[in-house]
């Protein structure tokens, strides 16, 4: 699979052989969605949590006896029944993570790429280098029609290019070992450079 390189300023830079294991498979809506939704538990803070009987701040006196009132029997106002009393079987600070082999997360992957590859939404850059100007790198960004988009360098980042484009609405930038499904799936257009190519192809072999 061959695609065209351009540069920042919307020069041809030759063209790419992407790797058909990475970029040309048919993307399958169900390995997407199970490892989105492995990576969205393991984000999730699982801080939740209620007072239980034992913990509102109510006296512990009956509050009244036990017959002749008729009404039902009754002991402590905490009870789960009243109004301000314990929550019965509320939730309580717990991860949400679970297990997903490392083998179906690169294969999530795969199928990521290969669905920005299928939608045309796949753009390949020679190299992700600025002045650190975020006005310059604005302008850039505008010409060439990106609104939301990821950009995916190599194993770093140029720190010019971080700089400037840290203000701008609707970029991030990872380095290749921080490339994931959600990220790329949020975005509407995936932008790799040369060296993230590769070492997208090392990590993924």
């Known amino acids: 699979m061959k695609l065209d390189v351009i540069k920042l300023d919307g020069g041809k830079a030759g063209s790419v052989d992407l790797d058909e294991a990475l970029f040309g498979l048919e993307p399958r809506a169900d390995i997407l969605h199970r490892v989105v939704r492995w990576q969205r538990n ?32 009754h002991g402590a106002r905490s009870a789960p029944i009243f109004r301000g009393g314990g929550i019965y079987k509320g939730p309580t600070p717990r991860s949400h993570g679970h297990e997903l082999t490392k083998k179906f997360r690169k294969l999530g992957l795969r199928h990521a790429l290969s669905a920005k ?9 020679d190299d992700a280098a600025s002045d650190g100007k975020t006005s310059a790198l604005a302008k850039q960004v505008s010409a060439l029609g990106w609104k939301r988009a990821l950009i995916i360098d190599g194993a770093s980042v140029n720190e010019n290019f971080l700089q400037a484009a840290r203000n701008i609405d609707g970029l991030d930038i990872l380095p290749t070992m921080g490339a994931n499904v959600y990220d790329i799936l949020k975005r509407d257009t995936l932008v790799i450079t040369k060296a993230g190519i590769e070492a997208l192809e090392a990590r993924l072999k």
């Open 42 to 73: 393991n984000a999730q803070a699982g801080t939740h949590k209620v007072k239980t009987r034992r913990e509102v701040s109510y006296s512990t006196k009956k509050i009244y006896r036990q017959k002749g009132t008729g009404g039902a029997r």
């Open 117 to 125: 590859a299928k939608a045309g939404a796949l753009v390949i850059i």
